[in-house]
């Protein structure tokens, strides 16, 4: 399955790693822009805290 990690944090500062399966045929660069940008936005506007790394690393594809 997908995984998320929080790689390094401080009081104000957040570090994101994932893991995701994509599906085969998906266009990988922008499937992860739009998963980097969304990650982004709900942490930070649940948290109040900056995040300065969404780093996405495809761990397998899905065939559909």
Do not use: H, Y
Request: with cysteine; aromatic share 2%.
């Amino acid at each position: 399955g997908s995984e998320m990690c929080i790689r390094d944090s401080t009081d104000t500062d957040v570090k994101v790693d994932l893991a995701l399966n994509m599906e085969f045929g998906a266009n990988i660069l922008e499937v992860s822009g739009i998963v980097q940008d969304k990650v982004k936005s709900a942490i930070e506007s649940m948290t109040g805290m900056k995040v300065s790394e969404v780093n996405v690393r495809v761990a397998g594809v899905v065939l559909s």
